[in-house]
């Protein structure tokens, strides 16, 4: 049979670490497969869609600046693409171009791994109203957590987001974030706050109750201030990786046909990477 091929595309997409992680479960798996990084401009982004199958490609990961692109141009959609707004994961099935989003997956089952039971915490915090946001309030919605509260710079764009995904999401500006906290049981921070070359803090988790898990979807640093603050503040922590890692699982099992593992080696390996900059 024809060596497997998938891919993941975004503008620029150099620094992706998406081979690295299928890479590696190609080389583990021992499959006859390979995911490549190719830098489409916007401009071809259809077109590159279009010719997936011709190149013979089983689908790939889209990023930043295409996920809304690949929302709109893809034949058909899943749940999750449909919820956020945004399409991740790409693969052909008898012909026909499928998109899907796998970043609430990936969020949801991150938890898991380091919060087990994280679901239940109580009312939830979201610092940002963008398209990482979309994502994790889909996931808390899966998850049964019926009070969501999305905290945003821009109030405007927060009330989107409540609109859209409806009851037990509320929308409020930064100025709110003190009173939201105090019977919070999650906070996740989904903003470019604390990002590297990004400093700042998206909040004081100094008000969250003893019991409260705090998130961020950033993961240069590893550690960022905002966790920095948590740990300080003796609260579970939970840095972004992993998100990374399990949002990587469903497309390479698409296309690969093996469901593939997040392991403490996968991590390490990453982990590695991200100190080396
Ligand atoms: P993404 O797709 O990564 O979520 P985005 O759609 O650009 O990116 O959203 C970025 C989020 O980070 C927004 O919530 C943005 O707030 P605004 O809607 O007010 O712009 C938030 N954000 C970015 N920089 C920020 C800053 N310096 N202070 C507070 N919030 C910030």
Redesign the pocket.
């Known amino acids: 049979m024809a060596e497997k091929k998938a891919f993941v595309t975004g503008h620029p997409i150099a620094h992706s670490r998406s081979p690295k992680i299928h890479g590696h479960w190609l080389a583990k798996y021992g499959i006859d497969g390979s995911y490549q990084a190719i830098d489409v401009a916007p401009a071809d982004f259809i077109a590159f869609l279009a010719s997936l199958g011709e190149n013979g490609f089983r689908g790939g990961n889209v990023t930043i600046p295409h996920k809304e692109a690949a929302f709109a141009g893809v034949a058909r959609r899943d749940h999750a693409a449909d919820e956020i707004g945004a399409v991740n994961t790409l693969w052909l099935e008898d012909g026909v171009l499928w998109g899907g989003n796998t970043d609430g997956h990936g969020f949801a089952a991150n938890l898991d791994d380091y919060a087990p039971g994280w679901a239940a915490n109580g009312p939830a915090v979201v610092l940002?109203?963008?398209?990482?946001?979309r994502a994790v309030i889909h996931a808390l919605k899966e998850r049964g957590v019926r009070d969501i509260r999305i905290v945003?710079?821009?109030l405007a764009?927060a009330q989107e987001l409540s609109d859209r995904f409806g009851a037990g999401v509320s929308a409020h500006g930064?100025d709110a974030t003190g009173e939201l906290l105090a019977d919070a049981g999650l906070l996740i921070n989904?903003?470019?706050?604390g990002m590297h070359g990004n400093e700042?803090l998206?909040a004081d988790p100094a008000g969250l109750a003893d019991h409260a898990v705090v998130t961020d979807i950033v993961y240069v640093p590893l550690e960022t201030p905002l966790l920095a603050a948590a740990s300080a503040r003796g609260l579970k922590t939970v840095d972004g990786l992993g998100m990374l890692l399990h949002q990587a699982v469903p497309g390479f099992e698409r296309w690969f046909g093996r469901r593939p593992e997040v392991t403490p080696e996968l991590r390490r390996m990453i982990v590695a990477d991200i100190e080396a900059l």
């Open positions: 940002g109203a963008g398209g990482a946001s945003n710079r821009t764009r930064a989904t903003t470019a706050l700042g998206s």
